[in-house]
């Protein structure tokens, strides 16, 4: 069951940045890592970012490098994907989802076959 909120999306222009939010209520969020992904209509949901529990860990797709920057805050139970100099061809609706295992580092979250997904937020980029 999902159990995670995502936020901060919108509309912006070619180069603009923004900032969104990955947020849970529950207590032992801390513990697990988390993946940002996102969907472009027409298009399979891909792999942006993740983190481990600790932040020690982090992993991008090859498109975000050096763009995005994750990040979290376990006392807030949030974690952040900052996104600049952002492209059209970044929009999408993104995602972000839990590792269901504990402790696990970053680049196993690309791989994780989720069953279920929040809404997500919108994220528009013009040219």
């Known amino acids: 069951q999902v159990q995670v909120t995502e936020s901060g999306g919108g509309s912006v222009q070619a180069g603009g940045s923004l900032r969104l939010s990955c947020a849970s209520s529950?207590?032992?969020?801390?513990?697990?890592?988390v993946g940002w992904f996102r969907q472009a209509p027409g298009q399979e949901r891909e792999f942006v970012a993740g983190?481990?529990?600790?932040?020690?860990?982090?992993d991008y797709a090859n498109f975000a490098k050096g763009r995005f920057t994750i990040s979290r805050d376990n006392t807030l139970n949030v974690v952040y994907l900052q996104m600049n100099d952002l492209k059209p061809e970044d929009t999408a609706v993104y995602c972000c989802?839990?590792?269901?295992?504990?402790?696990?580092?970053?680049?196993?979250?690309?791989?994780?076959?989720?069953?279920?997904w929040g809404q997500g937020t919108q994220v528009t980029v013009s040219s």
């Open positions: 983190i481990d529990w600790s932040g020690g860990s982090i």
């Open positions: 529950e207590t032992t969020f801390y513990n697990y890592g």
């Open positions: 989802n839990k590792d269901p295992r504990k402790w696990r580092g970053a680049p196993v979250l690309g791989s994780i076959d989720f069953d279920s």
